[in-house]
């Protein structure tokens, strides 16, 4: 064999060789992307999941705040139609939403959302029956000839004596299931033996992506219902794949054209190869990290390099880009609360935890445990909507009423954690009343109250662990609710 058939043959070899590891870096790509598309699809789906649920406790909560009126029981007892209509429009927050009052009899005695549509018998009715003989009914079933998810209850006078039934019922249509999909990439599907409903207007994905919600309820004429949930597109990882065939395609006509080429474009080739094949090794064996890959990558898009390869890193480029963004984005959403932006309970412990260790090397701070008073009367009153309002904005003043080296984050509930460095008792004193009076001065947009909190404080002690200065300072917030809220206390 001559010379040239030897190069040729050690060139074919060697970027085979590339080739064939270059396919199985991108696989490795391809499978970290895919893993993380599924983990995007399962937290969407338990938050989607979490919404359905909250769904059903709404309703259940506003039947048992009416069944609870003694002016409910009284208007139906007394077939008071327009005071039963009065009380239900104070429940009702779209058109979609029904509230009926039954008598024994199955006899509507007042509609919520049709003043003057009463009368009509509905004691033939699955959950109607379900209700009278069992006291309850969760599930779905026909409403005024429309599918819809339903709680009806027994309703007692004296907690006894049955006198009626009142149901709540939400539509089952394409904006209902829209409100639990909204702001993720999810689409959401219900089918019954009387229709299929669909937020997305693509064609159905294949079932083996869909999953149903791990809900209980009964059904009535409503037969077979079912709420599935599935993902609105795999684009990306379509895209991915679609890389991955334009780096086959560029190696393979380059290994054509090298073929053909002379020795030295052989050789320039598999140099170049040989770079680019190292970058990727670096960062398959950790070497690099995934930043430092799309620097390299685009190092390599800045040389003078052949048409192939500039294909080749352009396409690892964009994934390594794809991929950053993603890891980014789970680790922002792993240590940050959604609601007020504040690290969430896992990274204040986490970084609990590192102060305990500094502390060992003579560093020291204090810790502040702070709980909203009275939060519950907030939601209760006023809605979670407005809870919600009310957590966000005291969040934000909270913010601005610490130093950039402080840690904030949001324990749980309506309850925060601030860590202190390099704060000792008096310090951690001053910042907690600092920022009692800020909140309690402050005026809500959509909260007509003022609002107070209560504060407790413990600075680091030698030998402390995380677990005995969070008792020191809870103990301490629960010395400040005791006596009286809307202050700062502090234990030793």
Known sequence: MNLYNKVLFLSFLQLGTIFV???????????????????????QAEVIQKRFEEKQQSLQKTAHILINSQEVITGILSHDTDMLYNWSKLFLSSTSEKIHFMDLDGTIISRGEAEFNFGDDT???????????????????????????IYAKRVKQYGQRPIGVISLAIVIDNAFLNTLV????????????????????????????????????QTGGAKDANFSISPSSEEELYALKEARNTFLIGISLALLILMLALHFTLLKHLKEHKALSLVL????????????????IKHTLHQHTTPEIKKIAEALFNMSEKIAHTQTALEHSSTTDQLTALANRRKVEEYLEQKIEESKRGAFFSIIMIDIDHFKNINDTYGHAIGDHVLIHTARLMSASIRESDMLGRWGGEEFLLILPNTPLDGALRIAEHIRATLHQHTFEHYPEFLSMSLGVATHQPNDTSKTILKRADNALYKAKNGGRNQVQHES
């Open 182 to 217: 909204q702001d993720t990439s999810m689409t959401m599907t219900y089918t019954s033996t009387h229709q299929t409903l669909s937020t997305s207007i693509e064609p159905f994905l294949p079932q083996a992506l869909s999953s149903s919600l791990h809900v209980t309820f």
């Open 281 to 296: 090794i670096d960062f398959y064996e950790d070497r690099l990290s995934i930043h430092d890959l799309m620097r390299a």
């Open 123 to 149: 004691s033939q009715r699955f959950y109607v029956r379900q209700a009278l003989q069992n006291d309850t009914f969760l599930g779905i079933d026909f409403v005024d000839g429309e599918e819809c998810l």
């Open 21 to 43: 590891f270059g396919i199985y870096q991108i696989q490795s790509l391809y499978l970290t992307q895919k893993r993380a598309f599924d983990q995007k699809n399962v937290m």
